[in-house]
């Protein structure tokens, strides 16, 4: 009914860039606040940055400064620019939307995303 499609991940060195994109498709009505969380071997999945639907944002101590979450609702995706990414960066990103859908009836889903795995080498 609804579905996230992630890209953008891969291998780079610390200090590298990469943008992840995450693009909602289905029985969309409307979206509300748009996040990435991501989870490292062993830990739990935590928020990374997040952004309402006006563009207010929030980050993540650790990653302020450094990560730009932002989205476009022309096209219902939500990107995270992430810059002078260090080791303890990598993990398993996943993006995260709450959604209203229409199916048989109307309603409010928080919706994942596959994930994308971000490695960052040292």
């Known amino acids: 009914q609804v579905q996230l499609v992630e890209s953008g991940g891969g291998l780079v060195q610390a200090g590298g860039s990469l943008r992840l994109s995450c693009t909602a498709s289905g029985s969309i009505v409307s979206i509300q606040g748009m996040g990435w969380y991501r989870q490292a071997p062993g830990k739990q999945r935590a928020l990374v940055a997040a952004?309402?639907?006006?563009?207010?944002?929030d980050y993540v101590d650790s990653v302020k400064g450094r990560f730009t979450i932002s989205r476009d609702n022309t096209k219902n995706t939500v990107y995270l620019q992430m810059n002078s990414l260090k080791p303890e960066d990598t993990a398993v990103y996943y993006c995260n939307a709450g959604i209203t859908s229409r199916g048989a009836i109307v309603g409010y889903l928080e919706v994942w995303g596959q994930g994308t795995l971000v490695t960052v080498s040292s």
């Open positions: 952004i309402t639907s006006g563009g207010s944002t």
